[in-house]
Nanobody, 121 residues
Framework: QVQLVESGGGLVQAGGSLRLSCAAS????????MAWYRQAPGKQRELVAT???????NYEDSVKGRFTISRDNAEKTMYLQMNGLRPEDTAVYYC???????????????WGKGTLVTVSS
């Protein structure tokens, strides 16, 4: 079993900052690509940013220059530093990871339960 747990969400004013964390635990041999997704009320879940194990990153256009994704492979943790937050960033943010299981040696996709970010205008 693998668990992903997000933290760091909350209420912030427009222009403010938040730092999200995603901690992985369980039967983990290796974590490959990790990602942050978000889902705003009434909208489909969308990809925000990805980071490979070596650290290559990609961002959705609307967050480029404002959000920074990073990871600590030793701690099995991923972060999302969000600066210059806008009301349209309001959403539940989900952690996603491709994990190679220690017990099965098979790679599977895992999701966290999400953390709510609310940006007030």
């Amino acid at each position: 079993q693998v668990q992903l747990v997000e933290s760091g969400g909350g209420l912030v004013q427009a222009g403010g900052s938040l730092r999200l964390s995603c901690a992985a635990s369980g039967s983990i041999f290796r974590i490959n690509t990790m990602a942050w997704y978000r889902q705003a009320p009434g909208k489909q879940r969308e990809l925000v940013a990805t980071i490979t194990r070596p650290g290559t990153t990609n961002y959705e256009d609307s967050v480029k220059g404002r959000f920074t994704i990073s990871r600590d492979n030793a701690e099995k943790t991923m972060y999302l530093q969000m600066n210059g937050l806008r009301p349209e960033d309001t959403a539940v943010y989900y952690c996603n990871a491709e994990v190679l299981s220690l017990t099965t040696m098979r790679a599977m996709d895992y999701w966290g339960k999400g953390t709510l970010v609310t940006v007030s205008s």
